[in-house]
């Protein structure tokens, strides 16, 4: 049976009308919270756009195919944790970077094997780094049962600015790191990203967080912004946020399983080619 494939020159159209859709949305949207992701999200969406337009372009010609696909493939590859920050500017990315991953995936980049000390390097900065988000996440899990159980306003408000502050400045910044350097082990490695399912299932939940995060922000500002005044009751908002928070460390400690105990086999891209259809005529041929 043969391999599913994507075919990477298609989906260049789709993620630049995409990049236009998302860098519009962007830079329209009124008083924006973060105005440095903001301006971020619209200038990347559209240096994507023409990328990606000029990338379907060259894609059809032999002369341009082979470095533009390289063009694309190193492109992408940065991307897809770009557009995580541009969450902080709109929700719209969480898309990008789904769709940045199959065209990677389409593309089918092949990447040289990481020498061992490099190797442990990078894997010590993977599981550090993952280590430290799932202590972020637990500790803001905490957090939000504070805010929805506190009998006093300076816990309460206290709880909430805390939340604000964890979600830019640590989990924001430890999702960046650990995506990044967990796609560098899995490209430069026997792993992959899409041969194993173990593989496949972590980077699934890694794009899944994001839009988690996404979700989470304008309910974390909310509580943040109406505690200040003075103790309240923080109604559905709270406890959809106690929700939340619970959804995320529990799926940070699913992706730390699966590290451990690397489930599943192989996928359908990581099994070897199949030859059985050529064995007959060779064994013909040897009778």
């Known amino acids: ?25 962007i830079a329209l949207r009124p008083d924006p919270p973060h105005p440095f992701f903001t301006t971020a999200g619209t200038y990347g969406y559209a240096l994507a756009a023409v990328l990606s337009f000029g990338g379907w372009f060259a894609l059809g010609s032999p ?17 897809v944790p770009a557009q995580f920050l541009f969450l902080l500017a709109h929700s719209l990315p969480w898309l ?18 990481l020498g061992r000390t490099a190797r442990k390097v990078w894997l010590t900065l993977h599981v550090g780094i993952g280590v430290g988000w799932l202590g972020v996440s ?5 957090l939000a049962v504070t805010g929805v159980t506190a009998g006093s306003h300076e816990l309460q408000h206290g709880a909430y600015l805390l939340l604000s ?50 979700v989470e922000g304008p309910w974390i500002e909310e509580l943040e912004n109406r505690s200040a005044p003075g103790l309240i009751e923080t109604g559905t908002t709270g406890m959809l946020l106690f929700g939340a928070m619970g959804l995320f460390t529990a ?27 050529s064995r007959p005529h060779l064994d013909r041929a040897r009778g």
């Open 138 to 142: 637990t500790g803001m899990l905490l």
């Open 251 to 277: 799926l940070l400690w699913t992706a730390t399983i699966l590290s451990v105990f690397k489930p599943g086999g192989r996928t359908r891209w990581g099994r070897p080619a199949r030859r059985e259809a």
């Open 165 to 214: 502050k964890f979600d830019i400045f640590l989990a924001i910044p430890s999702a960046f790191l650990t995506i990044v350097i967990g796609v560098v082990v899995s490209l430069g490695t026997p792993w992959g990203l899409l041969r194993h399912r173990w593989v496949l299932a972590k980077l699934v939940i890694a794009l899944a967080l994001p839009f988690l995060a996404g």
């Open 96 to 113: 990008g970077m789904a769709l940045s991953s199959a065209i990677v995936a389409g593309l089918k980049p092949r990447f040289p094997r």
């Open 1 to 25: 049976m043969a391999r599913p494939r994507l075919n990477p020159r298609p989906t260049q159209l789709v993620f630049g009308v995409l990049a236009v859709a998302a860098g519009a949305l």
């Open 63 to 79: 002369v341009l195919a082979a470095r533009t696909r390289r063009v694309l493939i190193v492109f992408h590859l940065l991307f």
